[in-house]
């Protein structure tokens, strides 16, 4: 049976909503701000976990139900903005390999331009976290955000890396070239191409982080589902670090929610629950997790 989750955390909540040009004017580019945010009596001191996605505040994302679980196992979150589009199954929806590589490396580390998509070095995803852990550092020296960091870079190996469906693939992809603490995919990578029915090669590539600390999980629902397995499986996930969503999503589709089954693994208003209002998938997210303390 589901543990409910708190419902007093966003009223204990210590939240930090952040404009990315804030952090460095050097960024541009946005669709939203960065958040970052804990829980005084349970969080001050935990581990960060990472997440790319990001929102107006946390109390307007819509990942609400899986970072309120982050919060209440001792993580502090942080947010960190990215520009969506393009998305990577557009541009390397008739490519082949290394488009998705390509794609991937030019959103987490900025420069390397590809046909469709030019990100500058300071709007990757490495330097937005760091300008934003700086920016932290400066603005609330108490809050010690400056323990994230390592001569003004994060310290990466001391961090849960994670994001939804895009996000995923992005957290995936940066575990791979930087080793971190723990990376959690929800609903991402599907990295393939359609016209050969293979995998992006970059998924089966060496990883800079070790195999035991990958964590994942899907919709057995989800259109993508098959492609997940076989990627997951292609990044060295083992099994029991695999967790499978079997309810069906508790929304229709909607202008915004085109695939409730893949929106139902961490977002609100999808995620299903039980009689009682409790979240049925807050013990998978727990498992996927781990203890941030």
């Known amino acids: 049976m589901p543990v409910a989750l708190a419902t007093d955390w966003a009223a204990r909540m210590v939240e930090h909503d952040v404009a990315p040009q804030d952090t460095d004017p050097?960024?541009?580019k946005t669709d939203a701000n960065n958040v970052a945010a804990y829980l005084p009596d349970t969080g001050e001191s935990g581990r960060l976990l990472v997440f790319f996605g990001g929102a107006p505040s946390l109390r307007r994302s819509p990942t609400i139900p899986f970072l309120a679980d982050a919060l209440t196992r001792h993580y502090r979150v942080l947010m960190v903005d990215y520009t969506y589009n393009p998305p990577g199954v557009q541009l390397c929806s008739s490519g082949r390999d290394p488009c998705f590589e390509q794609y991937r490396y030019a959103k987490i580390f900025g420069g390397a331009p590809?046909?469709?998509?030019?990100?500058?070095p300071s709007e990757g995803l490495v330097s937005r976290t760091a300008a934003m852990l700086r920016y932290l550092a400066r603005e609330w020296p108490a809050e010690h955000w400056d323990r994230y960091l390592e001569n003004g870079q994060?310290?990466?190996?001391?961090?849960?890396?994670?994001?939804?469906s895009q996000g995923a693939g992005l957290a995936a992809f940066l575990a791979?070239?930087?080793p971190v603490g723990r990376v959690v995919l929800l609903s991402s990578p599907w990295d393939h191409y359609q016209q050969t029915g293979s995998l992006a090669a970059w998924l089966s590539g060496p990883s800079a982080t070790p195999g035991v600390r990958w964590w994942g999980m899907y919709s057995a629902h989800e259109?993508?589902?098959p492609?997940?397995?076989?990627?997951?499986?292609?990044?060295?996930l083992a099994p029991d670090h695999i967790r499978i969503v079997?309810?069906?999503a508790q929304c229709a589709p909607r202008p915004?929610?085109?695939?409730?089954?893949?929106?139902?693994?961490?977002e609100l208003g999808c995620t299903p629950r039980d009689e009682a209002g409790r979240f049925l998938e807050q013990p998978l997210w727990d498992a996927v997790l781990g203890s941030g303390g």
Do not use: C, E
């Open 26 to 28: 050097a960024i541009r």
């Open 114 to 120: 590809m046909p469709g998509l030019s990100i500058a």
């Open 154 to 164: 994060p310290r990466w190996g001391d961090m849960t890396v994670s994001g939804f």
């Open 176 to 178: 791979t070239r930087i």
């Open 223 to 225: 259109a993508q589902a």
């Open 227 to 236: 492609w997940m397995a076989k990627t997951y499986a292609a990044l060295g």
């Open 246 to 248: 079997t309810d069906a």
């Open 256 to 266: 915004g929610v085109f695939m409730p089954n893949h929106w139902a693994v961490a």
